[in-house]
């Protein structure tokens, strides 16, 4: 039973759930300034990260239909154009796409009921937040296809989350908590345009069009992920002016160091695919390192989870200094 359970989280990319838990983190220590319940920030966490996995598993169940495949000399199907270890459990044959569809549906019928309780619980403007989340995890694979991946998990990550969450915990909504989710979800949106842009010739071999492929060059591309992280950065300044949290906010700008070095490692990445940074102390976490070095893509990975950790360092102190200062 774990086994299956621990086997259906790695085809999930469980690896990629921080996102969700470190963004939720951040409006759970607001609401729990504002007297908010703290189990029910609990559920609707489990509801959240659900939704991701069945996000995760539905976009490599509609990628592995519409992708280019070939037939290697031992007859094994194979996709040629994406990065190593894309789809591998489909490959390797453990799964049925079938297995996939039924694992998606027990995803979403988890959060539906997750859902449900709390429009019973608190009340019906959360069947907006549901609705919201729904129609993102169905549409996702679509809309990754026109340039809109990033509009989706900035959705998903700024309003629909912090709104979501504050609303089932405090049983309202205000422009404070919209105000706060700017930066952390800007962080998010980072992670993904980190993603497609290593995935960049792949999208352009499979006729994928992102936000990314709208660039002529990789120097604007990383200019305009450069822009992106000042933004960032800068929307930090939300907080004092809606007041909520003091001068402790700006702590969070002790991550502009792994800023730049996320951007130094992209830009080595563009100049040559195969180079590898060294890894250093400050890198952490890179589980599993041993397992990506043997079956899937360590260029890809490495930066991957250099965004990714930046991401949740940014939105670990955030929460904190909610917690502790706000």
């Known amino acids: 039973m774990f086994s299956k359970l621990k086997f259906w989280l790695e085809c999930s990319r469980w690896y990629a759930l921080p996102m969700s838990v470190f963004s939720w983190f951040v409006v759970f220590s607001y609401a729990l300034q504002h007297d ?18 069945a996000t995760n ?10 992708l280019q495949k070939n037939i290697d000399h031992n007859n094994n199907i194979i996709l040629p154009n994406t990065q190593r270890g894309k789809c591998k459990y ?8 079938s297995e996939v569809l039924l694992t998606v549906g027990i995803y979403c019928f988890i959060s539906l009921l997750i859902g449900l309780f709390f429009y019973f619980a608190v009340g019906k403007t959360v069947l907006w937040f549901i ?25 998903v990550f700024g309003p629909l ?36 842009f290593l995935d960049k010739d792949i999208d352009k071999k499979e006729g994928k069009r992102t936000l990314v492929s709208l660039f002529k060059t990789d120097e604007n591309v990383l200019n305009f992920q450069k822009g992106l992280l000042t933004v960032a950065y800068l929307s930090v300044l939300l907080i ?17 160091p792994l800023a730049s070095d996320l951007l130094n490692s992209l ?3 563009s100049e040559d695919k195969s180079v590898i940074p060294d ?13 990506i070095k043997e079956n899937r893509s360590q260029t890809f990975m490495f930066r991957m989870y250099q965004a990714r950790n930046l991401m949740i360092y940014f939105a670990g102190i955030l929460s904190l200094t909610l917690w502790f200062g706000g």
Do not use: Q, R
């Open 240 to 256: 004092p002016i809606f007041d909520i949290s003091d001068w402790e906010v700006f702590f969070v700008f002790l991550t502009v």
């Open 161 to 196: 989350m912090f709104g979501g969450v504050y609303y089932v915990m405090t049983g309202k909504l205000t422009p404070e908590v919209f105000a706060l989710s700017v930066a952390p979800m800007l962080f998010t949106v980072n992670l993904l345009f980190t993603d497609t």
């Open 57 to 66: 598993l539905f976009d490599d169940f509609c990628d592995f239909n519409i």
């Open 90 to 97: 489909i490959l390797d044959g453990k799964v049925k796409l």
């Open 36 to 53: 908010g319940n703290a189990l029910y920030g609990v559920i609707a966490l489990v509801g959240i990260c659900f939704s991701h996995l």
């Open 279 to 291: 890894k250093k102390w400050f890198h952490f976490p890179f589980e599993e390192w041993d397992d």
């Open 267 to 269: 830009k080595l990445y």
């Open 131 to 155: 609705l919201g989340g729904g129609l993102i995890v169905l549409f996702y694979s679509l809309l990754s296809n026109i340039c809109l991946s990033e509009l989706a998990v900035g959705l």
